[in-house]
């Protein structure tokens, strides 16, 4: 019988004569190295390797299981194969040519009373962790579970996309506004977060030319500071101040001394000012909203803001009422001294004989009187239009 024939078909295939390449074999690795890979891996196994069919089997059901025993063999072969070969488990396949063997002569009662070879999972040792890559920072690695941890670097990933895009924002900026700050374009500097980037050759001619303080034409000084700290920024506005994190990334775009004073010299003429304008912004809608709250809501506000105006023109002199009309407690006070009629001696004025007709006009609107009926509001409101109307 020639040596091929028998129960050679039978053992597990071999990766490095099965014409599979390293790269995969690595990436078999890779796919069934993690936990649920190995699960995965441990159900095919006993639903194939260690699974025995009894006695009255039929042909075409032995050959269709050992085409799957024969499948799954060189899945582990390759897995056993791509393993790094610092990993215990290097090149160590699940089932060993003897152990088919012995599962193959035991009789049928036999396996099925052997644990290791019931259809039931079995309890195989876990690999060792794999060892953390040269290339992978330890931040990102999970030693524990032999990873990486792709959500903690897919967050620093975005965090720094993001700062990159508002630095080249900056140098647009810088490119397209006319300033004294500005300077030539220089060559484009390499890429500092690229692995492997090469740096920027000088020849030793050039190299001599480069004094410690080099200064363009136009007196500005165009040197790379040997680090962030080594910034000679001055800062002109009392909201800004000197940040070690800008004046990292601004060092590690290549900008030299006059270019990062222009950031914090635009920062302080463009951003400064957005600022200050949100932030009038935001205290005028916190005024109008205590005021409609003060009143009773936006209507009702509404109405006693253009009675207090017309009140305020005539009764009071301009500079005091626009003093008072600036603020929530002034405009409070000024309906105040409207209901209560006080400041009519503020104006210089002799005492009206009562209200004007667009004053009584503007009480008979007023839900007080015509819905609440308040008794002191209806004898104003009468008394007005016998002042008015006397015959009436």
């Known amino acids: 019988m020639s040596p091929d024939n028998g129960w050679r078909w039978f053992e597990a295939p071999s990766a490095e004569h099965a014409g599979a390449p390293p790269e995969l074999a690595r990436a078999f690795a890779r796919c069934f190295g993690s936990p649920e890979g190995e699960a995965a891996l441990r159900h095919l196994t006993d639903m194939t390797l260690r699974r025995a069919l009894g006695s009255d089997a039929a042909d075409a059901q032995l050959r269709h299981l050992e085409g799957q025993r024969q499948l799954v063999a ?80 897919a967050k620093s ?15 647009r900026a810088e490119a397209d506004v006319t300033s004294p700050h500005a300077t030539p374009p220089r060559d484009p500097v390499p890429d500092s977060a690229s692995p492997g980037a090469p740096a920027p050759e000088i020849d030793a001619g050039d190299a001599a030319e480069i004094a410690p303080n080099a200064q363009d034409a136009d007196g500005l000084d165009i040197t790379v500071p040997a680090s962030p700290e080594d910034y000679a920024v001055r800062v002109s506005h009392p909201w800004l101040e000197r940040d070690a994190e800008i004046d990292g990334l601004l060092h590690a775009a290549g900008f030299n001394q006059a270019q990062a004073q222009l950031v914090y010299d635009l920062a302080a003429e463009r951003v400064v000012p957005v600022i200050a304008g949100m932030a009038a912004e935001y205290e005028k809608k916190m005024a109008q909203g205590r005021l409609e709250a003060h009143f009773g809501g936006a209507e009702r506000f509404a109405a006693v803001a253009r009675q207090v105006k017309g009140w305020g023109e005539r009764h009071l002199p301009p500079a005091l009422f626009e003093t008072l009309a600036a603020t929530p407690d002034g405009i409070a006070a000024l309906h105040h001294m409207m209901r209560a009629g006080e400041p009519r001696f503020l104006a210089g004025d002799a005492p009206a004989a009562g209200p004007s007709q667009h004053e009584l006009d503007a009480l008979v609107r007023d839900p007080r009187y015509w819905r609440d009926h308040e008794p002191q509001l209806v004898k104003r409101v009468e008394e007005g239009f016998r002042r008015l109307y006397p015959g009436a």
């Open 74 to 153: 060189y899945v582990h072969a390759l897995v056993a194969r791509g393993r790094p070969a610092s990993d215990p488990t290097h090149r160590k396949a699940p089932m060993s040519d003897t152990e088919f063997s012995t599962a193959d002569s035991m009789p049928a009662e036999a396996l099925a009373s052997t644990p290791a070879m019931s259809a039931q999972p079995s309890a195989a040792p876990e690999a060792a962790p794999l060892s953390r890559p040269a290339f992978i920072p330890e931040k990102f690695w999970d030693g524990g579970a032999g990873r990486v941890r792709v959500e903690d670097l």
């Open 157 to 171: 990933y975005r965090a720094l996309e993001q700062k990159l895009g508002r630095m080249s924002e900056m140098r």
